[in-house]
T-cell receptor, first 114, second 114 residues
Framework: EAGVTQFPSHSVIEKGQTVTLRCDPI?????LYWYRRVMGKEIKFLLH????????ESGMPNNRFLAERTGGTYSTLKVQPAELEDSGVYFC????????????FGQGTRLTVV | GENVEQHPSTLSVQEGDSAVIKCTYS??????FPWYKQELGKRPQLIID?????GEKKDQRIAVTLNKTAKHFSLHITETQPEDSAVYFC?????????????FGTGTQLKVEL
């Protein structure tokens, strides 16, 4: 079974530019999550999709972040325009429907805004 | 919302010794407590989890204990080996209608020295 895959693995962009991160969850997983880890800190929740619907986006920092999951398959997270404080590792995770089922993580995208 | 604190931030042990990582949580509604291990350059992977209806769970050299009254849980690794070197994250989540919005601790960098 293929795991959660994320693209790109690394991205370096200038402040003010736009970056789009992609996540392909495990096939059949309805739940898809985005998390972010800023250097040395905790992994923080950003948002949660159930299929194509946003279930919880309480962790999204501001309106420069836009997440989509068209068709309930892969998801994208766009940052526009990027700011220095957006640097960090962005993780995607997926899980089956149900309460407290295991969340499988991707390897993350390391975003550096310079 | 939930708040998870994790200690220590770094831990160095000699091969063969035991390692203990402690976490506290704030939301008494949390009922699922997973532990993730992230090796350098790899994805976070679930190594063990515990639900609030049990006080302890073991899997070979790894064990987790939960004290619901005190709202803390701990990871115990016995007979540590070099391959145990990684960052360990604890997490907590309350019972919901579906999905795991995980609240993570800040991570513990474990180094097992030869």
């Amino acid at each position: 079974e293929a795991g959660v895959t994320q693209f790109p693995s690394h991205s370096v962009i200038e402040k003010g530019q736009t970056v789009t991160l992609r996540c392909d969850p495990i096939s059949g997983h309805d739940n898809l999550y985005w998390y972010r880890r800023v250097m040395g800190k905790e992994i923080k929740f950003l948002l949660h999709f159930v299929k194509e619907s946003k279930q919880d986006e309480s962790g999204m920092p501001n309106n420069r972040f836009l997440a989509e999951r068209t068709g309930g398959t892969y998801s994208t997270l766009k940052v526009q325009p990027a700011e220095l404080e957006d640097s960090g590792v962005y993780f995607c995770a997926s899980s089956h429907r149900g309460v407290n089922t295991e969340a499988f993580f991707g390897q993350g995208t390391r975003l550096t805004v310079v | 919302g939930e708040n998870v604190e994790q200690h220590p931030s770094t831990l160095s042990v000699q091969e063969g010794d035991s390692a203990v990582i402690k976490c506290t949580y704030s939301d008494s509604a949390s009922n699922y407590f997973p532990w993730y291990k992230q090796e350098l350059g790899k994805r976070p992977q679930l190594i063990i989890d515990i639900r609030s209806n049990v006080g302890e769970k073991k899997d070979q050299r790894i064990a987790v204990t939960l004290n619901k009254t005190a709202k803390h849980f701990s990871l115990h690794i016995t007979e540590t080996q070099p391959e145990d070197s990684a960052v360990y994250f604890c997490a907590a989540t309350p019972l919901t209608g579906g999905g795991n919005k995980l609240t993570f601790g800040t991570g513990t960098q474990l180094k097992v020295e030869l």
